[in-house]
């Protein structure tokens, strides 16, 4: 067993170099800012507040569904950080190029990924013509916090998968 984690924690530092130095640009160095900004707590309290100040009804309801999977992820992802307590690759990995950007402690899963994908499921159930978009978008959020050297893949991944099932679970809910 011991043999296949050193092989998969071996493969996800291999990645996470190559995306935090191999693509390293000056203008994506800007442009991943951005994206991990998007799936920040300002960013999703802007977007929410947004929604719910619009006069269209299926916006407003979008804002509480949003809302309501943000909070359910949130907690989810913190318990997981708490119970797997795995270091962000920035602060093992003396040699990454990284961003300050405000983060916790731990790094498995990526909250902000998370986010993303939770937002981007929840815009797929109630704006399919955007789903792609949407996802996108996440996808995106998530190579981010990579680039950033925040997280390694798996956090990203994992965080996806989370975010994903709980705006699933949310959204199949009638609020």
């Given at each position: 067993?011991?043999?296949?984690?050193?092989r998969?924690?071996?493969a996800?530092?291999?990645?996470?170099?190559?995306?935090?130095?191999?693509?390293?640009?000056p203008i994506?160095?800007?442009?991943?800012?951005?994206?991990?900004?998007?799936?920040?707590?300002?960013?999703?309290?802007?977007?929410?507040?947004?929604?719910?100040?619009?006069?269209?009804?299926?916006?407003?309801?979008?804002s509480?569904?949003?809302?309501?999977s943000?909070?359910?992820?949130?907690?989810?992802?913190?318990?997981?950080?708490?119970?797997?307590?795995r270091?962000?690759?920035?602060?093992k990995?003396?040699?990454?190029?990284?961003?300050?950007i405000?983060?916790?402690?731990?790094?498995?899963?990526?909250?902000?990924?998370?986010?993303?994908?939770?937002?981007?499921?929840?815009?797929?159930f109630?704006f399919?013509?955007?789903?792609?978009?949407?996802?996108?978008v996440?996808?995106?959020?998530g190579?981010?916090?990579?680039?950033?050297?925040v997280?390694?893949?798996?956090d990203?991944?994992?965080g996806?998968?989370?975010g994903?099932?709980?705006?699933?679970?949310?959204?199949?809910?009638?609020?």
């Amino acid at each position: 067993m011991s043999k296949y984690k050193d092989r998969f924690l071996k493969a996800d530092e291999k990645v996470l170099r190559f995306i935090n130095s191999k693509l390293r640009t000056p203008i994506l160095n800007a442009i991943m800012i951005l994206f991990t900004m998007i799936a920040s707590v300002s960013g999703i309290a802007v977007l929410v507040l947004s929604l719910y100040l619009s006069k269209i009804p299926k916006l407003r309801h979008l804002s509480y569904k949003i809302s309501i999977s943000i909070i359910i992820t949130a907690w989810v992802v913190k318990v997981i950080k708490h119970i797997f307590t795995r270091i962000r690759p920035y602060v093992k990995f003396s040699n990454l190029n990284t961003k300050k950007i405000g983060i916790d402690k731990y790094s498995f899963p990526s909250g902000h990924t998370a986010a993303a994908f939770t937002m981007a499921v929840t815009v797929s159930f109630l704006f399919p013509q955007f789903k792609y978009y949407a996802l996108l978008v996440s996808l995106l959020v998530g190579v981010s916090r990579i680039y950033l050297g925040v997280h390694y893949p798996s956090d990203v991944i994992a965080g996806g998968i989370i975010g994903s099932i709980v705006a699933t679970f949310v959204n199949l809910i009638k609020i």
